[in-house]
């Protein structure tokens, strides 16, 4: 196999490693076992015995992949007798399970609330508010929950909630930023769902798709104390808003005239624990890298920043490595981790990609005066998704390069109204892969390579 076409298979072998390592029911099963006598879950011990009734609840892109490892893990007798469940998830990742009803709620690439996620909200509050001391919830959370979990307070309309998540999303807040406004709005986040059962024990498994894995901020913390106030939402509104209409009257009110006080505490019944993060995705990443041949430098999972602007400083740092071997000599993999954020600018023109499409679309504006010889840059959503779009993100190579340049598509025309999806349509740079059941964030891969160099046996 030539060399560049190597390299690009090496890039989406690492990035496909990296999302396997967080595969949703691997997860579980890990940290979900019957061993006839009890049942433990993340260390917890609970006697079969004592159980009266499992009631398993959540939201998020990797709901349907957990539910149904859920059902797996726990055995056939505690499945068929005590166990039924409810779960919020995207169009695209309904299936039938025995116990545990996926619900549909809202569209594949659609990250906003929608009314099926309020029906499918209430179904859940009203799921755990019927459970007692000496039953047990088992709350499934991951990427993308906030969205699937929509249940406004009732000062508020859903068309209030959509206005707001979408003006946030398209200024460019950050995830704790948006997520943080969110909880302020919500019957069921910051707490609200914790709040609303009284299972004698709350275990909420997490699959974390932000960066420090703050437990508040993942999916907006249903089952964990908001340590934000009203006022911090307002704060946060005031920052991004250039007109009143911006925000809906109702969301302001609502907010200025909310108390501020300490949040009613959680219970201490309630145990939340993180199952999966980028850190174990890049973990892994790495370890194929290597045994592919590659040096590894790591960036770590905490990258964030303007998609662009990462994009570009990506591409400096594959130039500096095969131009100085610096700040590692190729063979080498560079691996990212994170979650930039896009301004989205007002246009009437097309305008359709993701943040993954848009980073490797800078990168690419960065070569257009060089080459991209032995230089291989990719970035995806862990979930499969990239926006509004049916890419999980985008992959730039010489191939990509050369194809732009001979339909005289010109990078900056697409950048300047992020529309990355068409550009890397025509040039074969689009990443697919549907649902992968799963969300840490995204995952980075730079491989660049080295013809010259001795190579292990089998590599390039």
């Known amino acids: 196999?030539?060399?560049?076409?190597?390299?690009?298979?090496?890039?989406?072998?690492?990035w496909r490693a990296g999302v396997a390592a967080v595969d949703s029911e691997q997860l579980v099963r890990d940290v979900v076992k019957n061993t006839c006598r009890e049942l433990i879950i993340c260390g917890q011990r609970i006697p079969l015995s004592d159980l009266h009734r499992i009631a398993v609840v959540g939201a998020g892109k990797a709901g349907a992949?957990?539910?149904?490892?859920?059902?797996?893990?726990?055995?056939?007798?505690?499945?068929?007798?005590?166990?039924?469940?409810?779960?919020?998830?995207?169009?695209?990742?309904?299936?039938?399970?025995?116990?545990?009803?996926?619900?549909?709620?809202?569209?594949?690439?659609?990250?906003e609330p929608t009314q099926t996620g309020v029906e499918g909200s209430l179904k859940i509050l009203e799921m755990v508010s019927s459970l007692g001391k000496d039953d047990v919830c088992v709350?499934?959370?991951s990427g993308g929950g906030s969205a699937l979990l929509p249940a406004p307070v009732p000062e508020i309309t859903l068309d209030d909630k959509q206005q707001v998540t979408r003006f946030l999303m398209q200024a460019g807040a950050t995830i704790n930023e948006l997520n943080c406004v969110r909880k302020k709005l919500s019957r069921i986040k910051?707490?609200?769902?914790?709040?609303?059962?009284?299972?004698?024990?709350?275990?909420?498994?997490?699959?974390?798709?932000?960066?420090?894995?703050?437990?508040?901020?993942?999916?907006?913390?249903?089952?964990?104390?908001?340590?934000?106030?009203?006022?911090?939402?307002?704060?946060?509104?005031?920052?991004?808003?250039?007109?009143?209409?911006?925000?809906?009257?109702?969301?302001?009110?609502?907010?200025?005239?909310?108390?501020?006080?300490?949040?009613?505490?959680?219970?201490?019944?309630?145990?939340?624990?993180?199952?999966?993060?980028?850190?174990?995705?890049?973990?892994?990443?790495?370890?194929?890298?290597?045994?592919?041949?590659?040096?590894?430098?790591?960036?770590?999972?905490?990258?964030?920043?303007?998609?662009r602007i990462v994009g570009r400083e990506l591409a400096e740092l594959c130039l500096?490595?095969?131009?100085?071997?610096?700040?590692?000599?190729?063979?080498?993999?560079?691996?990212?981790?994170?979650?930039?954020?896009?301004?989205?600018v007002p246009t009437d023109r097309p305008q359709k990609g993701g943040r993954n499409q848009e980073l490797v679309l800078a990168a690419l504006e960065r070569f257009w005066d060089s080459d991209l010889r032995e230089i291989v840059l990719l970035s995806g959503g862990t979930d499969g998704e990239d926006g509004p779009t049916d890419a999980a993100g985008g992959i730039i190579d010489a191939d990509v390069l050369q194809a732009a340049r001979s339909q005289r598509l010109v990078p900056a025309e697409y950048l300047a109204v992020n529309n990355s999806y068409p550009f890397l349509e025509q040039t074969g740079g689009l990443l697919k892969t549907g649902p992968t059941h799963t969300n840490v964030m995204d995952l980075r891969v730079g491989l660049v390579g080295n013809p010259d160099r001795a190579r292990v046996p089998g590599f390039l």
Not at 1 to 14: F, V, W
Not at 273 to 289: F, K, P, Q, Y
């Open 1 to 14: 196999m030539p060399s560049e076409k190597r390299l690009r298979s090496d890039a989406e072998s690492i």
């Open 65 to 111: 992949g957990m539910a149904a490892a859920f059902e797996e893990a726990v055995g056939p007798q505690v499945l068929e007798h005590k166990l039924a469940g409810w779960v919020n998830v995207p169009a695209d990742c309904v299936r039938p399970l025995q116990k545990i009803h996926l619900h549909s709620a809202r569209p594949a690439g659609v990250n």
């Open 139 to 141: 709350v499934l959370i």
């Open 190 to 307: 910051g707490g609200g769902l914790a709040r609303a059962t009284g299972a004698g024990l709350v275990l909420t498994l997490i699959i974390s798709d932000v960066i420090g894995d703050p437990l508040d901020v993942i999916a907006s913390g249903p089952t964990v104390a908001d340590p934000t106030t009203p006022a911090d939402a307002l704060e946060i509104l005031n920052k991004y808003a250039r007109r009143t209409s911006d925000v809906p009257p109702a969301v302001l009110n609502f907010l200025a005239q909310a108390p501020c006080g300490a949040p009613t505490p959680i219970p201490a019944t309630v145990h939340n624990d993180v199952i999966g993060n980028n850190v174990r995705a890049m973990t892994t990443a790495a370890e194929h890298a290597r045994g592919l041949g590659y040096g590894v430098h790591s960036l770590g999972s905490e990258n964030q920043g303007e998609a």
């Open 320 to 344: 500096s490595v095969r131009e100085h071997s610096a700040p590692i000599a190729p063979p080498a993999c560079l691996l990212s981790g994170g979650e930039p954020v896009v301004h989205v």
